[in-house]
């Protein structure tokens, strides 16, 4: 089992920036690829980027590439998400996971946090 738990959100300004974090424990944080995600109300959960076990390799979502950047620090068992330029699109709550590779279908990942709200006000 993989525990992850999510912190940084909240409420920011339209041009704002946010750093949002995960902290993994219960199995070696290497071993994982980890990808964010995000649900806006009312719309079905969405890419957002992943990154490789390594960190070499970063993939996101055209409508915050640019703008956000993933990173991973495996000696904290930490993933990141700087997230710039924020956009009132952008308010859902965002979710961190991990899994075998670094995909952007939901379903390949194995373990999901709670989330954190990110609010961006207009």
């Known amino acids: 089992q993989v525990q992850l738990v999510e912190s940084g959100g909240g409420l920011v300004q339209a041009g704002g920036s946010l750093r949002l974090s995960c902290v993994a424990s219960g199995r070696t944080f290497s071993n994982y690829a980890m990808g964010w995600f995000r649900q806006a109300p009312g719309k079905e959960r969405a890419f957002v980027a992943t990154?490789?076990?390594?960190?070499?390799?970063?993939y996101y979502a055209n409508s915050v590439k640019g703008r956000f950047t993933i990173s991973k620090d495996n000696a904290s068992n930490t993933v990141y998400l700087q997230m710039n330029s924020l956009k009132p699109e952008d308010t859902a709550v965002y979710y961190c996971a991990a899994g075998p590779s670094p995909y952007s279908r939901g379903g390949t990942y194995d373990y999901w946090g709670q989330g954190t709200q990110v609010t961006v006000s207009s």
């Open positions: 990154i490789s076990r390594s960190g070499a390799g970063r």
